[in-house]
């Protein structure tokens, strides 16, 4: 079985750690994580909205699922969801890299918190009267993670940029923090992408983050080539590792990209 459905179900939205069928119980929960997450698991970032974080989620699933792997995903907070065109959705196209069914209970396993404005999460979640239960979201992260076999990939999609709210005291920074997952920074290669990039990097470094490895995400419109936008983040992103991915990447690009990981 390539999808891991079992991790998603035992730690739902609305499921607590020793339920049934549950390996993560409290500080076990923790150093399950510490022990795996190196080898299981990504949080993918971005520096800023429409980046190309579930571009690049859906290439590694669709690799690690050619490759035999337990695979799971998650994308626990949603904004401007439309739920006439869940195909279309963040969610909906890591379900469909997964091979995962796309009805509502495969929806509700991979992104319980999901909200209607095209806003910033704590914003679109106010306008429904709501907040996103901060604890119980990290939590639910790091349960996943413990649960997934040595050989498995599990990824974790963030919403927005690395300092997005996502209530009035958190931001996507605190949790991939508390995550603790490898951290895979998506950028693009849009004029402005260079000052984005480094600036993400640096409010990473302020939080004590670094990330895994920096992926530059190949834009729909830019004048500038990707390898140049590469090769001058590289001279000054000195220590991170600066990787390619192109819109056209085909299955042999992204195997590689996942090698290199």
């Known amino acids: 079985m390539s999808f891991c459905l079992s991790c998603l179900t035992s730690v739902g939205a609305d499921a607590k750690l020793g339920s049934p069928g549950c390996q993560a119980n409290g500080s076990a929960a923790t150093d399950q994580v510490k022990n795996t ?17 579930t571009f690049l989620s859906a290439a590694l699933l669709r690799h ?28 909906g196209q890591l379900l469909m890299a997964m091979g995962a069914p796309m009805d509502a209970g495969g ?45 498995g990939r599990l ?3 963030g919403v927005g940029g690395v300092l997005v709210p996502l209530d009035d005291r958190h931001t996507v920074m605190d949790w991939m923090r508390d995550c603790g997952l490898p951290i895979l920074l998506v950028a693009g290669s849009y004029l402005g992408t260079i000052s984005h990039t480094l600036a993400a990097l640096a409010a990473m470094k302020l939080h004590g983050l670094k990330a895994h490895a920096v992926i530059v995400n190949e834009s729909t419109v830019s004048p500038v080539p990707l390898e140049e936008t590469v090769a001058v983040l590289a001279r000054h992103a000195v ?18 990209l996942a090698e290199l990981l």
């Open 37 to 53: 997450q190196i080898m299981t698991g990504y949080f993918v970032t971005a520096t800023g909205t429409d980046i190309g974080k």
């Open 64 to 91: 690690w699922r050619r490759e035999g792997r337990a695979i799971a995903a998650l994308k626990p907070v949603m904004s401007g969801f439309d739920p006439a065109d869940v195909a279309g959705s963040d969610a």
């Open 107 to 151: 929806l509700n396993l991979i992104s319980p918190w999901r909200f209607a404005a095209p806003l910033s999460p704590d914003m679109a979640a106010a306008r429904e009267g709501k907040t996103i239960p901060y604890a119980k979201l990290a939590e639910t992260c790091r349960a996943v993670a413990g649960m997934m076999p040595e050989d």
């Open 155 to 157: 990824i974790i999609e």
């Open 239 to 256: 220590g991170e590792r600066i990787l390619a991915l192109r819109r056209s990447a085909g299955d042999a690009d992204v195997a590689r």
